[in-house]
């Protein structure tokens, strides 16, 4: 759910109608809330469906106007935080150090973090996918330290999001195997093999099928395919 696609509050309850009268998902399924709407899609959506945040601030409390803690989303009974979005980089300069942090502080809470990283069009041309993805990664796996069974990666292809154009299946699997090796040589072969590594780069329901058949791509971290309840089920419904 994106504010900048125009979301108000009544086309967000009128996507929870829908997913409430949709088919029951038989996989995990998180709704990216923004802040204003937690609280009311968190008491209205069927259990079914799991609430996660879109964003959280490392620290507790302080002069941080406008910034919202893990101790905030906890207090709301929010279980689960997407950091480090390609937009949260790109446009609002967030570096690897301040988004290992946010992960640090998130998990200390006992939150689920969705860890995102991705490349740019120019690097996937010139064949430095996984020389961007490295330094991603080290922030993310440092910081989770030794709690890796409440973290999620999502791999974002930043020309792929909300451009129209989706990594290949092929080249999303090859990706995502990548990084599975990394973290296989880096952290351990077990936490390679348990950890969840998500696909967000314009997944929809005319291509979930194919993407999802890749190995190692274990869900999907869904833009604007998830506005409208028919595509996101069957987005969702592939696992």
């Known amino acids: 759910m994106n504010a900048g696609n125009g979301t108000t509050k009544a086309t967000v309850m ?113 064949g430095t996918t996984m020389d961007v993805l490295v330094p991603q990664l080290e922030a993310i796996c440092t910081n989770a330290a030794t709690d890796f069974s409440n973290l999620v990666i999502a791999y974002e292809p930043v020309w792929a999001i909300g451009t129209g154009l989706t990594a290949t299946p092929e080249q999303a699997q090859e990706t995502h195997a990548q990084i599975r090796t990394w973290i296989a040589d880096k952290v351990s072969a077990s936490v390679a093999d348990a950890v969840r590594i998500q696909y967000g780069g314009s997944a929809n329901d005319k291509n979930a099928a194919a993407l999802a058949a890749g190995p190692d791509i274990d869900g999907f971290l869904v833009g604007g395919a998830s506005l409208k309840a028919g595509p996101f089920s069957a987005v969702y419904g592939v696992f």
């Open 14 to 126: 009128e996507l929870v109608e829908g997913l409430n009268a949709a088919p029951k998902p038989k996989c995990e399924v998180f709704l990216g809330v923004p802040y204003v709407y937690l609280e009311s899609v968190k008491a209205a959506v069927d259990p079914a469906f799991k609430i996660a945040a879109q964003n959280m601030y490392k620290e507790t409390k302080g002069a941080f106007t406008g910034e919202i803690s893990g101790e905030m989303l906890a207090d709301l009974g929010v279980s689960t935080v997407i950091i480090g979005h390609s937009e949260r980089r790109d446009i609002f300069g967030e570096t690897d150090a301040l988004l290992g942090e946010k992960i640090a502080k998130a998990l200390s809470l006992g939150l689920q973090v969705i860890a995102c990283c991705g490349e740019h069009k120019e690097e996937r041309e010139a």
